[in-house]
């Protein structure tokens, strides 16, 4: 009895040490180094420029809006594409979200958020807005009233999902936020990311846009070092 017992202690602390060298661990990742994945996300067919005709509240909104859902840049580079390594956590807690309503739009129309991370949400116009989310099971996630300018209301992401916010008052008003444990980013408005301090090794790396889609691809990360990768969503 007496052996067994004092096994008990030592299987622990074994079993402590294995943990703490996995690859997720803080141990782990220290010790195998990291490295940098970046590069460019492109619409491989650049879509025509678009505008939304405004219907209703055009005092604020005025006659037309531009159209984000496809936002390219000159050489084809998509804007709002969210780039993630699955099964790499977040190195460091990541930067909580906004959602603002500014001149009838939400800006940021794509983000990315930490699970259990609280958005604040807030508006500049003079007029109606409701900052309705729904999760990716399409169920009512909240419904913000924000009738006048000046408000901030926050509200938690507490499971990781795509969230999905309209505004019922203004049809045409989308964004998305990418609720993920991964490390995870957006593309700029050239269409380039970085995504910094993941695990030397072979990842995959995945690619989501609204209306475009394309194939995950595998990457080397070099310790120390940068690899690049070109994402061509159709």
């Known amino acids: 009895m ?6 008990g202690p030592r299987l622990a602390v074994g079993l402590c040490g294995v943990l703490w060298l996995l690859p997720w661990s803080p141990a782990a990742r220290a010790g195998q180094g990291t490295g940098t994945i970046q590069g460019v996300v492109k ?10 005709k405004v219907t209703t509240d055009r005092q604020v909104c005025g006659d037309t809006l531009p159209d984000h859902t496809f936002a390219v840049d000159g050489s084809g580079g998509l ?5 993630s390594v699955p099964g790499v956590p977040w190195p460091e807690a990541p930067q909580a979200p906004t ?15 930490g699970v259990k991370s609280v958005v604040a949400i807030t508006s500049e116009d003079n007029t109606l807005h409701t900052t309705h989310a729904y999760d990716d099971r399409n169920r009512d996630l909240f419904n913000i009233a924000m009738p006048v300018a ?18 019922d008052s203004h049809g045409w008003m989308r964004a998305w936020m990418l609720v993920t444990p991964d490390v995870a980013t957006t593309s700029g408005s ?30 080397t990360v070099p310790a120390g070092g940068t690899v690049e990768v070109t994402f061509a969503l159709q």
């Open 43 to 52: 619409a491989a067919t650049v879509p025509a420029a678009a505008t939304i």
């Open 2 to 7: 007496g052996n067994r017992a004092a096994l």
């Open 79 to 83: 804007a709002n594409a969210v780039i």
């Open 99 to 113: 959602l603002n309503n500014t001149r009838c739009l939400f800006v940021p129309r794509v983000q990315v958020a």
């Open 150 to 167: 000046g408000l901030t209301i926050k509200r938690p992401l507490p499971r990781p999902g795509l969230v999905r916010i309209e505004c």
């Open 190 to 219: 050239d269409g380039r990311f970085t995504l910094a301090g993941i695990p030397a090794g072979t990842r995959e790396v995945t690619v989501w846009h609204e209306k475009l889609t394309a194939k995950p691809q595998k990457v």
